[in-house]
């Protein structure tokens, strides 16, 4: 049986709002989370280790069994898929929403609207089923510009308290998603029956009901 058991985490937000959930389940990480440069921490469990990870890449590593768990974003996995896994649990972290902002009574557009964002597929969807035609454009980060700078005529992005658009001029408009974060699970590691894993799934699945 495989020895150690690694959490893939989702670094910023996700990440701080994963520690309290961990440690209420008893595994906390005892390097200096906040400071180190190290991407596999140890933690309290000598059979447990937590890797920092971008969000994109958190399935990759649970759908190759490189981690057991996941921890990750709504958006994530309906962005880039959810096969490979199980998802185990929504744990009501890190809540927030996939929403269409832009320029507050912009003018409006002719022909077909400009649209840039990371979430492409979700996008695309989601215009689609309104029979919208749109232009996608994949940017990486600080959506907020496109408008700003011409670029799109509207963003499609992750919105929590709504001060990065409102810090940038833009307002919201529709809301596309309800996001939160899911514990996602390796196929095989499930079947290897691990008695410590399933009560560590088990238990934060549990927290957050
Ligand atoms: C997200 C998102 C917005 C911001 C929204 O970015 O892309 O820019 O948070 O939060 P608010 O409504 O509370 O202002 P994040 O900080 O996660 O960085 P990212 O650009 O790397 O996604």
Same mark, same amino acid.
């Given at each position: 049986?495989?020895?150690?058991?690694?959490?893939?985490?989702?670094?910023?937000?996700?990440?701080?709002? /994963?520690?309290? +959930?961990?440690?209420? !389940?008893?595994?906390?990480?005892?390097? $200096?989370?906040?400071?180190?440069?190290?991407?596999?921490?140890?933690?309290? =469990?000598?059979?447990?280790?937590?890797? %920092?990870?971008?969000?994109?890449?958190?399935?990759?590593?649970?759908?190759?069994? /490189?981690?057991? +768990? #996941?921890?990750?974003g709504r958006d994530i996995l309906l962005e880039y898929g959810s096969e490979?896994?199980?998802? &185990?649990?929504?744990? #009501? %972290?890190?809540?927030?929403?996939?929403?269409?902002?832009?320029?507050? *009574?912009?003018? $409006? =557009?002719?022909?077909?609207?400009?649209? &840039?964002?990371?979430?492409?597929?979700?996008?695309?969807? =989601?215009?689609?089923?309104?029979?919208?035609?749109?232009?996608?454009?994949?940017?990486?980060? &600080?959506?907020?510009?496109?408008?700003?700078? *011409?670029? &799109?005529? @509207?963003?499609?992005?992750?919105?929590?308290? #709504?001060?990065?658009?409102?810090? *940038?001029? @833009?307002?919201?408009?529709?809301?596309?998603?309800?996001?939160?974060?899911?514990?996602?699970?390796?196929?095989?590691?499930?079947?290897?029956? *691990?008695?410590?894993? +399933?009560?560590?799934?088990? /238990?934060? !699945?549990?927290? /957050?009901?």
């Amino acid at each position: 049986m495989k020895k150690n058991i690694v959490v893939a985490l989702t670094k910023g937000r996700i990440l701080k709002e /994963s520690l309290p +959930l961990l440690a209420d !389940a008893g595994v906390e990480p005892v390097e $200096p989370i906040d400071t180190t440069r190290k991407l596999l921490l140890k933690t309290n =469990h000598q059979d447990i280790k937590l890797a %920092i990870l971008r969000g994109a890449d958190v399935p990759t590593y649970v759908r190759y069994g /490189s981690a057991d +768990l #996941g921890i990750v974003g709504r958006d994530i996995l309906l962005e880039y898929g959810s096969e490979g896994f199980y998802e &185990a649990a929504d744990l #009501g %972290i890190a809540s927030c929403r996939l929403m269409t902002a832009g320029i507050p *009574n912009s003018s $409006p =557009h002719v022909g077909t609207v400009r649209v &840039a964002t990371k979430f492409v597929n979700i996008t695309r969807e =989601h215009f689609a089923r309104k029979g919208k035609q749109i232009e996608l454009v994949k940017l990486y980060g &600080a959506l907020e510009l496109a408008p700003l700078m *011409n670029l &799109a005529d @509207l963003i499609v992005d992750l919105v929590d308290t #709504g001060d990065t658009l409102s810090a *940038n001029g @833009l307002v919201p408009f529709e809301e596309i998603l309800a996001i939160s974060s899911r514990l996602i699970v390796n196929k095989a590691s499930i079947r290897q029956n *691990n008695s410590f894993l +399933l009560k560590f799934i088990d /238990s934060l !699945a549990k927290l /957050s009901e």
